[in-house]
Antibody
Framework: EVQLVESGGGLVQPGRSMKLSCAAS????????MAWVRQAPTKGLEWVAT????????YYRDSVKGRFTISRDNAKSTLYLQMNSLRSEDTATYYC????????????WGQGVMVTVSS | DVQMTQSPSNLAASPGESVSINCKAS??????LAWYQQKPGKANKLLIY???TLQSGTPSRFSGSGSGTDFTLTIRNLEPEDFGLYYC?????????FGGGTKLELK
C-alpha cells in the first residue's frame, strides 16, 4: 500500500525558515517524480514544486522560486521542502504527492501538514 | 499560466441522480485534464486523467470527456460516498494549475 506521511509543519514567524519532510513507502520511491501541493485555508489546491525521479530536474511556481527548495533522498525514500523567507501567504496545508509518470498527474497524496506563518 | 475555471462552484443532488461538473481551460491543453475528489479526513483521490482515463479503483459511474479547452466530469447514479469537493487540474504544461473546485452536496 502506497503511503506518504508528511512532517515538520507548525507555526513560524514571517521571514523565518521551515523544512517539511515526506516519508514514502509501499512503492519504489526512486522510480517516481514527486511534488508538493498546498491548500490555503478555505481555498483551492495550488501546485508548489516538482522533482524528477532522480532529483536532476526541479520545477517551481513563480511565487516560491528562490525561496523554496524541493529535494529528495532516494536511499531514505524521503521528499523534502525547504522553505525560506516565509510569508503570510505561504500559510497552508502542504501535501506530498506522487506523480504517476512523466507529465502525469498526482496519483497518490499524503494527508497533509499545516504550516502557519504568523507573528 | 493556464487558468482553469470550474463550474458550478456548488451543486446539490440526491443519491441515484446524475450530475456534471465542467472545467474550462484558458488555452488548449489537448487531452491532459485530471479530476480529483477531496473529502475531510481522507487523502485526495485521483479519479480520472488524460481527460477520460479512469484511474485504477475509480468506479465506472464516473466518466470524463472533452479535449482542447472544455471538459466535463459526469457522475451517474450518485452514491452517498460521492459527496465532497471535486477539482480539475491540467497536466499539459508547467505550472500545473487547478480549477477552483466544485462542492457536491446532498440535497
Amino acid at each position: 500500500e502506497v503511503q506518504l506521511v508528511e512532517s515538520g509543519g507548525g507555526l513560524v514567524q514571517p521571514g523565518r525558515s521551515m523544512k517539511l519532510s515526506c516519508a514514502a513507502s509501499g512503492f519504489t520511491f526512486s522510480n517516481y517524480g514527486m511534488a508538493w501541493v498546498r491548500q490555503a485555508p478555505t481555498k483551492g489546491l495550488e501546485w508548489v514544486a516538482t522533482i524528477s525521479y532522480d532529483g536532476s530536474s526541479t520545477y517551481y511556481r513563480d511565487s516560491v522560486k528562490g525561496r523554496f527548495t524541493i529535494s529528495r533522498d532516494n536511499a531514505k525514500s524521503t521528499l523534502y521542502l525547504q522553505m525560506n523567507s516565509l510569508r503570510s501567504e505561504d500559510t497552508a496545508t502542504y501535501y506530498c504527492t506522487r506523480e504517476g509518470g512523466l507529465w502525469e498527474p498526482f496519483d497518490y497524496w499524503g494527508q497533509g501538514v499545516m504550516v502557519t506563518v504568523s507573528s | 499560466d493556464v487558468q482553469m475555471t470550474q463550474s458550478p462552484s456548488n451543486l446539490a443532488a440526491s443519491p441515484g441522480e446524475s450530475v456534471s461538473i465542467n472545467c474550462k481551460a484558458s488555452k488548449s491543453i489537448s487531452k491532459y485534464l485530471a479530476w480529483y475528489q477531496q473529502k475531510p479526513g481522507k487523502a485526495n483521490k485521483l479519479l480520472i486523467y488524460s481527460g477520460s482515463t479512469l484511474q485504477s479503483g475509480t468506479p465506472s459511474r464516473f466518466s470524463g470527456s472533452g479535449s482542447g479547452t472544455d471538459f466535463t466530469l459526469t457522475i451517474r447514479n450518485l452514491e452517498p460516498e460521492d459527496f465532497g469537493l471535486y477539482y480539475c487540474q491540467q497536466h499539459n504544461e508547467y505550472p500545473w494549475t487547478f480549477g477552483g473546485g466544485t462542492k457536491l452536496e446532498l440535497k
